[in-house]
């Protein structure tokens, strides 16, 4: 059992033991008349009787842990949604950011991926689909390369193929590219959608690619986004694949909050 989990069932434990305490104290038809108040009564004995509870209504357990674990959920979606309104030039205008979709629709989809997690190459294709059975999708690419040197490379060549206007074709064919995603990889890609491959290589050279990236990496840790894909839609943030029905709920909810 992790450490979290840990803290989360003593917290539990002793707000349960609280609880029945004074619910032990304040019931008067617990207990026989002949009793001592709850005050005098022994601590072993009082432990004994809280423990027979919780061992006869295990569900009091899983509720409390459900409505901790729902309050925290919720603590953590406020923090979140302070970041987003907070840092909004940042994570839906960053001109380093490719574009697709409709540049000016009135609802943006942002995505963190890595061209190497499988998932995000799943989930490519519902993004695509989403844009294309909603004409008013904006959506925002942050290069998110976590998952090694292979990645971090692919990240600048994307962003260098956006300063040939071939970001969107580049992208799709890294997506669907078979296997890890390293130089040769990239290369082969970039030649197949027709770009300057000498150019890239001059352009992936340039520092500000390299600051796109680590902005995308501290507003990723900033969002609580550490894995791949990673959402944003509206004020909501989404992490892990999702199917189409999820993303389009998402977008609905985001375009009624306008």
Not at 17 to 26: K, N, P, S
Not at 45 to 71: C, G, S, T
Not at 169 to 188: I, K, P, Y
């Amino acid at each position: 059992m992790n450490r979290r989990l840990i803290v989360g069932w003593t917290g539990v434990t002793v707000v349960l033991l609280g609880a029945v305490g004074i619910w032990f104290a304040l019931d008067p038809g617990f207990r026989a008349p002949q009793e001592p108040p709850a005050a005098e009564v022994p601590a072993d004995d009082f432990e004994r009787r809280i423990r027979a509870y919780l061992l006869d209504n295990p569900e009091v357990i899983v509720a409390a842990m459900q409505r901790l674990d729902a309050r925290r959920r919720a603590a953590a979606q406020d923090e979140v949604g302070g970041v987003i309104a907070a840092r909004a030039d940042e994570l839906f205008r960053d001109a380093a950011s490719p574009v697709g979709g409709n540049p000016q629709g009135d609802v943006t989809l942002v995505e963190f991926f890595d061209y190497n997690c499988p998932y995000c190459r799943q989930v490519a294709a519902v993004v695509a689909e989403a844009a294309a059975a909603d004409g008013q999708l904006r959506i925002v690419y942050k290069e998110f390369p976590i998952l090694g040197p292979n990645s971090m490379f692919a990240a600048k060549a994307a962003l260098a193929a956006h300063r040939q206007e071939r970001y969107a074709t580049f992208h799709q064919a890294l997506m669907q590219a078979r296997g890890t995603v390293n130089e040769e990889a990239v290369f082969a890609a970039a030649s197949k959608v027709g770009l300057d491959t000498e150019r890239l290589k001059a352009d992936m050279q340039h520092a500000d690619l390299q600051a796109a990236i680590d902005r995308n990496l501290a507003l990723a840790a900033a969002l609580r986004i550490n894995g791949t894909p990673g959402f944003v839609i509206g004020s909501e943030t989404l992490r892990g694949a999702a199917d189409l029905k999820t993303l389009q709920a998402l977008i609905r909810k985001a375009r009624e909050a306008r």
